[in-house]
């Protein structure tokens, strides 16, 4: 609907911060108030960081795939039985706390999806993107990379690239606050 304003955020797919998270809960918020449609660009197109759960007592890698991947989409997503070994762990470290934690949700999820998502970005998104949606966020959410092959896309780089002199030259007239 194009009456309706487009709010949007961008993140690597990665397991993030609160701040991050932030960004979902306002695009939520502001669309909801204008009256627009939120939605989320997992970058899958960028280096594999942050990919390690972390709490207290313990830490495990999110995925079984060592394999060097110069990006993300690369990772293939993790398999259920290593899931379910993350899964036994933390519960261990959790079971003595004194408030419920929504990782076992959130690993439920990535044990369903995982075998139907070839990639670790898929699998990923679309576990944050329903754990999100259990909390009360509304937001649409896809991965950048099959952007990146669309027309639309393809016909901007090419204009872009097709005059790097003019762009370079204007880049390096304008005052931009990030230098030269």
């Known amino acids: 609907d194009n009456d309706r304003p ?4 961008g993140h690597q797919t990665e397991l993030y911060h609160a701040g991050v998270w932030a960004k979902n809960a306002l695009t939520d918020a502001v669309a909801a108030k204008l009256g627009g ?4 660009f997992a970058v899958d197109t960028d280096e594999p960081k942050h990919l ?3 709490w207290p007592g313990g830490t495990e890698d999110l995925t079984d795939d060592d394999t060097p991947a110069e990006w993300a989409g690369l990772l293939t997503a993790p398999s259920p039985v290593h899931i379910a070994r993350i899964g036994e762990q933390f519960g261990r470290a959790a079971a003595a706390w004194d408030f419920r934690p929504l990782l076992p949700e959130f690993l439920s999820t990535m044990r369903r999806l995982a075998p139907e998502a ?4 898929s699998a990923l998104t679309r576990a944050t993107h329903a754990l999100d949606g259990s909390l009360g966020l509304r937001y649409d959410a896809t991965l950048f990379s099959p952007l990146c ?3 639309p896309y393809l016909s901007f780089a090419w204009h ?3 005059r790097a002199g003019a762009f370079a030259a204007e880049r390096m007239s304008t005052s931009a606050p990030f230098g030269p």
């Open 118 to 121: 070839s990639a670790l970005p």
């Open 160 to 162: 872009v690239l097709s």
């Open 37 to 40: 449609r939120a939605f989320q």
């Open 52 to 54: 390690r759960l972390k």
């Open 6 to 9: 487009l709010v949007a955020m």
């Open 149 to 151: 092959r669309s027309e």
